[in-house]
């Protein structure tokens, strides 16, 4: 994570920059910044630039397109398995089973209410999300029957997972489990409405395993002092400090867990107490990289405008292959993508009724690069392509990661002929560069995005090859630079010498007149 003071200084050197324009008269977080285009990114000094659209709308999927009889009522759940797509129809308490066609995107394939076998509950009760193992079994979060039940594809049921027995957990707990991810052996890992505590693991067999990657507490400085003083009856009366539930899950192909919190507070955003995505190991431990000029926190600006105030709350986050996540931001309806460095790619997206805005987005998802989002207030399903732009920068991140690098370059410079100031472009270049160990021309691309780390590198290899060519120069410089002092300084005491030794001093004419008499 990027320190507190570098964040704060970037932040008032923005200002700074904009105040002097006359455009900022209010603090910075009051400040509604208006965007000209769809697709934006943030630069080095935090003003917005607009981009290309590096996704396009393929369609926008409705109850009466998909073919459904019983329109989709409160969805909450959309998960990507293979080929096919599970939403879960919450307001129905059933899972609509949806295929992906090259033509026409999605089609409707099945939906079911019910599972086949169970002890006693057959029926669905609002299920808000679904799980698919690498066996095919599907594990379904079955909210309003307090389970996570796990079936086969044939929808026969297995087994169940319960409220766990834990001295963590109150009396008066109830098992409300909201999202939910399985590794390869079958782990599962669940978010439980009212449980703080992180992810809710459990061992394929159902035992309960503890919690994992609880996030920290947000802490007032000042409250915690007053602690210290305050009687017993002040503290209870003062708010606790408690940590954020997270708002979705999502296990990447490497096994580890992205998670998204909804951020609500912005103090405690600005001071870094709370991250508003996360990658878990399996420790619980957060290890995702932000060397970014900004943090991955979606907007750096925000007001009140069209009745939304606050920072990016965070619904949902999906990580693509390349290693690019997309965190969905439920607040202001907007997409925002990042690499594996923490360093925006893109941010898209708004509140409204058009093609591509949303009226209230809680999931989102991908199939290969396209992105899927599932709007819950409109009961649709938006369905976004990459645009030539989003290929061409996509493709320079793929083939720079097989270790094509004079193809990646090559990409990365017709992505900077679509958008002369598109940093990650020149950035991109540098590292090709750097890779083909041009490390002179590398430096002068890091140099022009401020890439101090890059920078840093190429300048390190661009020394060492530096004294190598010139090694007999360097070797010659040295010696002049050791041997010309120490030459001097030997003449100069040989010259002393010689001029206070008593074998080479001429004789004196008096003393021979002396020794005449």
Known sequence: ?????????????????????GIMSVPMQAQAMEHRSYTYIYDYWGDVQDTPDLYEVFNVF????????????????????????????TGNNRIV???????????????????????????????????????????????????????????????????????????????????????????????????????????????????????????????????KFATQEQIDRMPVDVPTEYSNIYMDYEGFIYASVPVADAQALDDLKVDSVRRLNLLGNNILVNNGNWLNCGDIYWGSAGGYSGPSMFSDVTAMENDIYVCLDRNRGRLFGYDDQGRMVFAFGGNGNMDGYFRRP????????????????????TYFVLSDFGKDIYGAIDTFDAGQYEESEALWRRVLEYDGNY????????????????????????????DDENWSKAFKEYRKEWVQSHLFLTVFVLLLIFLVPLSIEKIRSMRVEIATSDVFRFPDPEDNMTRAE
């Open 362 to 381: 809680i999931a989102v998802d991908h199939i290969g690069y396209d992105l899927i989002v599932l709007d819950s207030a409109d009961c649709s399903i």
């Open 423 to 450: 940093d990650l472009a020149y950035i991109g270049i540098g590292r090709a560069l750097l890779r083909q160990e041009n490390y002179r021309e590398a430096m002068n691309y890091f140099e022009l995005k401020y």
């Open 1 to 21: 994570m990027k320190k507190p003071v570098t964040f704060t200084i970037k932040r008032i050197g923005a200002f700074i920059a904009a105040a002097a324009l």
């Open 62 to 89: 409705t109850s009466a397109e998909l073919g459904l009889d019983v329109r989709l009522n409160n969805p909450s759940g959309l998960t990507v398995a293979g080929d096919k797509v599970y939403i879960c129809d």
């Open 97 to 227: 089973v949806l295929g992906t066609d090259e033509n026409l995107g999605l089609v409707l394939l099945d939906e079911f209410d019910s599972i086949k076998g169970a002890p006693d509950k057959n029926e669905l009760s609002g299920p808000t999300d679904v799980a698919v193992s690498e066996d095919g079994n599907i594990f379904i979060a079955d909210k309003g029957n307090n389970r996570i039940v796990k079936v086969d594809p044939d929808l026969h049921y297995l087994m169940e997972f319960t409220l766990p027995v834990d001295s963590a957990l109150s009396a008066d707990t109830i098992f409300l489990p909201n999202k939910v991810v399985v590794d390869t052996a079958e782990r599962v890992y669940c978010i439980c409405d009212g449980v703080n505590k992180g992810l809710l693991k459990y061992e394929p067999d159902g035992t309960f395993a503890g919690f994992v990657g609880a996030t920290k507490a947000a802490y007032n400085l000042i409250d915690y002092i007053w602690k």
